[in-house]
T-cell receptor, first 113, second 114 residues
Framework: NAGVTQTPKFQVLKTGQSMTLQCAQDMNHNSMYWYRQDPGMGLRLIYY???????DKGEVPNGYNVSRLNKREFSLRLESAAPSQTSVYFC????????????FGEGSWLTVV | GESVGLHLPTLSVQEGDNSIINCAYSNSASDYFIWYKQESGKGPQFIID?????DKRQGQRVTVLLNKTVKHLSLQIAATQPGDSAVYFCAENIHGGSQGNLIFGKGTKLSVKP
């Protein structure tokens, strides 16, 4: 049981480049999330998807877009990367079977130069 | 306890001692609280949760205490082990039932001395 899997693990981008972070979960969870974590900070919610076909903004959505491709997959896209988006990104999911506890992936380290 | 700055508060304990990590939450309407453990280079890992209709909940070697009067949450780890060294985050749900609105604290770094 892989849980929440996200790719890539590490990425370096130039300012203005675009990229997509991929996330998949195999726990049949309805809800999926993207968080970012900056040094010395807690996690901040970027976007979430309460169920397949829906997405909502979180605390820090600017500069990002998301797609809930199907129940398993939730991607995060940076259309024009900025140095301020240098961060560690975590995908997560939750569902009724897990008591709505959020389970996190291992993280994607993104550096924008 | 939790910090509003860039530098994480650090708790240093001797192996075998009990650890207490504190968290002050922000919203009196929060009704669900979680503690997560994050080891270096890894994602946060669920430890224990508690709902606002409880003031104490116990797990394996961990206990969470909730004081709604002063909006305070604590995590107690019994017989702390080197493997407990990590950053610990508390999180609150401010909209009740919608997990997407978890608000995380800044974290406390637990360092266990052998």
């Amino acid at each position: 049981n892989a849980g929440v899997t996200q790719t890539p693990k590490f990425q370096v981008l130039k300012t203005g480049q675009s990229m997509t972070l991929q996330c998949a979960q195999d726990m049949n969870h309805n809800s999926m999330y993207w968080y970012r974590q900056d040094p010395g900070m807690g996690l901040r919610l970027i976007y979430y998807s309460a169920s397949e076909g829906t997405t909502d903004k979180g605390e820090v959505p600017n500069g990002y877009n998301v797609s809930r491709l199907n129940k398993r997959e939730f991607s995060l896209r940076l259309e024009s990367a900025a140095p301020s988006q240098t961060s560690v990104y975590f995908c997560a999911s939750s569902g009724l079977r897990s008591g709505n506890t959020i389970y996190f992936g291992e993280g994607s380290w993104l550096t924008v130069v | 306890g939790e910090s509003v700055g860039l530098h994480l508060p650090t708790l240093s304990v001797q192996e075998g001692d009990n650890s207490i990590i504190n968290c002050a939450y922000s919203n009196s309407a929060s009704d669900y609280f979680i503690w997560y453990k994050q080891e270096s280079g890894k994602g946060p890992q669920f430890i224990i949760d508690i709902r606002s209709n409880m003031d104490k909940r116990q797990g394996q070697r961990v206990t969470v205490l909730l004081n709604k009067t002063v909006k305070h949450l604590s995590l107690q780890i019994a017989a702390t082990q080197p493997g407990d060294s990590a950053v610990y985050f508390c999180a609150e749900n401010i909209h009740g039932g919608s997990q997407g609105n978890l608000i995380f604290g800044k974290g406390t770094k637990l360092s266990v001395k052998p």
